[in-house]
């Protein structure tokens, strides 16, 4: 999920009104939060987990971005910034994949007024889904040096068979989608 987590965080990094973007770990919950403003807190709540493979998932998740600022005089200037920053989050994120996972839709905005008085925060909630699959350890392979002419193969496959020269592609590799969504996960 680490990586998940990353790839929003770059995206984010775009939007240049953002001074701090992080996971949400309760920052907004301290006296003194350690952020600067305005800030996106980051969460993944994953559901609809199903196995595809005996060794696969695939998960629906829900991605919830929080957009705090601090509060301000009503009247004062810029008091109405934050909702700048909510639309540019909105924009950056809205059916945007970085092919790890599904497109991000968004589905709701609300404002959170359980947050200590002085901040005004907006939750931006998207789904998206994306595959888990153990990471594969490659087995170890041996190779026995052969005596061959020019052109022939110089390794072997187990069972002491000649394996068959290869050459390298220029082109990327890329795997076909496995799931509904597109994701190729």
């Keep these: 999920m680490k990586s998940y987590l990353n790839a929003l965080k770059t995206r984010l990094s775009g939007v240049t009104t953002l001074r701090h973007i992080d996971c949400q770990w309760g920052q907004l919950a301290y006296d003194q939060p350690p952020v600067k403003y ?3 807190l980051i969460e993944i709540a994953s559901s609809n987990i199903r196995a595809v493979k005996p060794d696969a998932l695939h998960v629906g998740a829900a991605v919830t971005i929080s957009i705090a600022d ?3 005089n009503r009247n004062q200037a810029g008091a109405f910034d934050v909702f700048d920053t909510v639309e540019a989050v909105a924009s950056r994120l809205q059916g945007w994949t970085d ?3 599904g497109r991000l839709s968004l589905t709701e905005i609300r404002p959170n ?20 699959e ?3 350890e490659p087995e170890p392979t041996t190779t026995e040096p052969t005596t061959t002419e020019p052109g022939e193969p110089t390794t ?11 050459e390298p592609s220029a082109e ?4 076909e989608p496995d799931f509904e969504d597109g994701s190729v996960f």
């Design 134 to 136: 153990p990471s594969a």
């Design 70 to 72: 601090l509060r301000f």
């Design 99 to 101: 092919g790890r996972f």
């Design 113 to 132: 007024g359980d947050i200590q008085p002085g901040f005004v925060v907006y939750q931006l909630t998207f789904l998206t889904s994306f595959g888990l």
């Design 38 to 40: 305005p800030c996106a």
């Design 156 to 166: 072997t496959e187990p069972g002491g068979e000649p394996a068959e020269p290869t």
């Design 172 to 175: 990327p590799t890329t795997t």
